[in-house]
C-alpha cells in the first residue's frame, strides 16, 4: 500500500472509532469560580465554601453557597458556587441569562477572562465590582489523556458532534474543543442554552462526526 | 442514461442547489397568540390589538400588548403579543422560559397545542387559567410554494439547516420542518435557545446541508 492509501486507511480508522464512542453531556447551569479574597468579601472574613456535591470533573464540586450577579438590566439569583477557589474569578452564564441582566460576555474558553465582561456581585456577607470575568463558555470536550489517544484526538482539536437524536431537536455542535488532561473525564460540556437548543440533559450521550 | 443513474443526478443537482440558497434566520422571542375572548378578558372588553411592526411572515404582525405567563414557579413578564388574533391560543416560550417559571411545555408545531402545558395568562384588565397552549415552537423553515419547488423540498420534508459558521459557535440544526404555504416568505425560525446556542440573530443566514 502506497504511504497516501495507508494514511487514508488510518484516518478512516481512526474516524470510524471516534464515531462509535459515547460521550456524555453534562450541562452547566450559570455558576461562578472565586478567588478566596473575592469569596470573603461576599461571604464574610471567616467563611469558607461548603461542598455539596462532587461534579464528574476530578476534583471539582458544587458548593452550599449562591450569589447574585447584577447587571444593567437586571439581577440573576442563585449562581452557585463551583470550588475549589481560583486564582481569577469567572463567571460563566448563558447567553440567554447574559441578556436578560444587560451583560455581553464572550464566548471564551475557561480561563481566559482578559478583556470580558464585568458585572456587580452580591453576596450575604458583602458585594463587589467585576471589571471582567463575564463569559459564555466555549463548548468543549474533556479528555483524559488515554481517552484522547484512543480516539487520535489532540488538546485544541476542533470537533463536531451529534447530541440529541431522536428527541426531535436532533443538533450538530460545531466548534467544540478538545480539552486533554489527567484532571479530566471524558465529557461534552453544554451550557443551558445549547443543551435546550437540542433537547438534552446530563447524563445523555453524544458522538463525534 | 441509466434511470438510476439520472435519478442520482437530478438528487445531486438538487442538494447542489440547495446548499446554495441562503436561508434567512428569523429568532422568535417568547410571544403569544390570543383568541379574541381571551385578549377580551386580559385587555378588556373594548380594547383592541395594536400593530406596532409587520413581521417577515406575510400577514403576522406585533402588537403593542404584552401579557405575562405565570407557572407554578415564577412568572415571565412582557410576553408579546403577535396578531392576528387566532381560533386558539398559543403560548410559545424557548425552553429556559419554561424551566424558570416551572412549565412543562412540548416540542411542538405551531397550531398544535392539544395536550400542551397550561398556564396562567394576566393583562391589565384580567387574567384567565389556560389548560393548553403552552409550546416550546418546533423549529421550522417557512417557504413559498415557489421557493420549495426550486429547491426540490416538500411540505413536512425534515431539513437539517448549518448556522452561525465563523461565529464560534457554528451548529447544524437538524430536524427543521418544511412548512410551505403562499402565505410564507423563506425564513429558518428559531427560538431564543437555539439562536444563542449557534450564536446568530435575526437576519443571518442559514444553509441547508
Chains 1, 2 share one sequence.
Not at 96 to 107: E, H, Q, R, S
Not at 198 to 204: E, F, I, R, S, W
Request: aromatic fraction near 4%; include cysteine; charge should be positive.
Amino acid at each position: 500500500m502506497s504511504d497516501l492509501a495507508g494514511e487514508i486507511a488510518a484516518d478512516v480508522a481512526k474516524r470510524l472509532e471516534r464515531s462509535k464512542t459515547p460521550i456524555p453531556i453534562g450541562v452547566s447551569n450559570r455558576h461562578c469560580h472565586l478567588t478566596e479574597e473575592h469569596f470573603k468579601i461576599l461571604f464574610g472574613a471567616q467563611a469558607r465554601p461548603n461542598r455539596i456535591k462532587d461534579i464528574k470533573q476530578p476534583g471539582f464540586w458544587a458548593a452550599e453557597e449562591v450569589i447574585a450577579v447584577k447587571g444593567p438590566r437586571g439581577r440573576l439569583e442563585r449562581v452557585r458556587l463551583v470550588g475549589p477557589y481560583r486564582s481569577r474569578t469567572q463567571i460563566e452564564l448563558a447567553m440567554t441569562d447574559a441578556k436578560a441582566i444587560g451583560v455581553k460576555p464572550p464566548v471564551r474558553e475557561s480561563g481566559d477572562v482578559k478583556g470580558s465582561a464585568g458585572a456587580e456581585l452580591i453576596g450575604p456577607a458583602g458585594r463587589l465590582t467585576l471589571a471582567e470575568g463575564v463569559i459564555v463558555a466555549l463548548r468543549h470536550v474533556h479528555f483524559a489523556p488515554k481517552e484522547a489517544a484512543a480516539l487520535g484526538i489532540k488538546a485544541g482539536e476542533m470537533l463536531r458532534l451529534r447530541c440529541g437524536t431522536g428527541g426531535g431537536r436532533s443538533s450538530v455542535f460545531e466548534d467544540c474543543v478538545a480539552r486533554v488532561s489527567d484532571q479530566y473525564s471524558l465529557e461534552l460540556h453544554l451550557d443551558t442554552d445549547e443543551a435546550y437548543a437540542a433537547g438534552v440533559k446530563t447524563g445523555d450521550l453524544a458522538y463525534i462526526v
